[in-house]
């Protein structure tokens, strides 16, 4: 296989000659063209991980999907709190939402969209935002991912997963009946971490921290700054519209899946 890549970059290359003649000697060019199609394979190895999460969720297969961590993995979704090591993210998966396998009358299609990945320049390190669609039982959720991952002997893993919920609802609909978001006291497990960030669900809004930069002009992307807090009661009542003016004030810096700053 590597004789055959070999070939492949020598042919690049002879179809170029007619091109000015670069300082960069064969060698540096095959090898140059060789660490962008690393490049590019990695990226498409953390958008078909991310997917395979995706699909593991869908009915229930929880063993198979924490072998898809890092042993020193963290995983946060919603408000719920940090989970720390792949064991207790399979703790988490078969506890919250039962054991292996899928189950009659159960729903949970994940459904994910808009990756952007991007590769560290030391090829071992990886990051992901893309948006999920989940579809269940209990109504409509929309999580956005901030995901990163890590290359361990030549095969990526999530080394931490953070899947803030933007939007809950019931099946009534996200224009008639939004719910609150998931709170760390909410079902079991208890979260080995507090949530890194305390924030609002739809109807009100918070923007997640970007890992990238503007991509056009190179300028990182600080969302608008605004209250975030959680509901203590149904949108549109008083005691929710209190609860907007109490959260902690979001600046878009704040680093994910860390410990939340004073």
């Given at each position: 296989?590597?004789?055959?890549?070999?070939?492949?970059?020598?042919?690049?290359?002879?179809?170029?000659?007619?091109?000015?003649?670069?300082?960069?000697?064969?060698?540096?060019?095959?090898?140059?063209?060789?660490?962008?199609?690393?490049?590019?394979?990695?990226?498409?190895?953390?958008?078909?991980?991310?997917?395979?999460?995706?699909?593991?969720?869908?009915?229930?297969?929880?063993?198979?999907?924490?072998?898809?961590?890092?042993?020193?993995?963290?995983?946060?979704?919603?408000?719920?709190?940090?989970?720390?090591?792949?064991?207790?993210?399979?703790?988490?998966?078969?506890?919250?939402?039962?054991?292996?396998?899928?189950?009659?009358?159960?729903?949970?299609?994940?459904?994910?969209?808009?990756?952007?990945?991007?590769?560290?320049?030391?090829?071992?390190?990886?990051?992901?935002?893309?948006?999920?669609?989940?579809?269940?039982?209990?109504?409509?959720?929309?999580?956005?991912?901030?995901?990163?991952?890590?290359?361990e002997n030549g095969v990526w893993k999530i080394s931490r997963l953070t899947g803030p919920f933007t939007m809950y609802s019931s099946w009534d609909g996200w224009g008639k009946?939004?719910?609150?978001?998931?709170?760390?006291?909410?079902?079991?497990?208890?979260?080995?971490?507090?949530?890194?960030?305390?924030?609002?669900?739809?109807?009100?809004?918070?923007?997640?921290?970007?890992?990238?930069?503007?991509?056009?002009?190179?300028?990182?992307?600080?969302?608008?700054?605004g209250q975030v807090g959680v509901y203590a009661a149904p949108p549109g009542t008083q005691l929710q519209q209190y609860s907007l003016t109490v959260g902690r004030m979001a600046?878009?810096?704040?680093?994910?899946?860390?410990?939340?700053?004073?």
């Amino acid at each position: 296989m590597k004789n055959s890549n070999h070939l492949i970059l020598a042919g690049v290359l002879a179809l170029s000659c007619t091109a000015p003649v670069l300082a960069q000697t064969a060698a540096e060019r095959l090898d140059a063209l060789g660490a962008r199609i690393t490049h590019l394979e990695d990226m498409n190895q953390i958008e078909r991980l991310q997917r395979t999460y995706g699909y593991f969720v869908d009915k229930s297969q929880w063993t198979p999907l924490a072998d898809l961590f890092t042993d020193d993995a963290t995983l946060e979704i919603g408000g719920k709190g940090i989970f720390l090591g792949k064991p207790r993210v399979l703790e988490y998966m078969q506890t919250a939402f039962g054991p292996d396998g899928a189950k009659e009358g159960v729903l949970a299609n994940h459904m994910q969209f808009q990756s952007i990945p991007d590769i560290a320049a030391d090829g071992t390190h990886g990051w992901i935002r893309s948006r999920a669609y989940v579809m269940s039982g209990g109504g409509w959720g929309l999580p956005l991912y901030e995901n990163e991952y890590r290359k361990e002997n030549g095969v990526w893993k999530i080394s931490r997963l953070t899947g803030p919920f933007t939007m809950y609802s019931s099946w009534d609909g996200w224009g008639k009946n939004a719910l609150n978001n998931t709170w760390p006291d909410k079902f079991e497990p208890a979260p080995d971490l507090p949530p890194s960030t305390v924030y609002l669900t739809y109807p009100a809004y918070y923007i997640i921290p970007y890992h990238y930069p503007n991509p056009v002009t190179g300028k990182a992307l600080v969302p608008d700054t605004g209250q975030v807090g959680v509901y203590a009661a149904p949108p549109g009542t008083q005691l929710q519209q209190y609860s907007l003016t109490v959260g902690r004030m979001a600046d878009g810096t704040q680093p994910i899946a860390s410990p939340p700053r004073e």
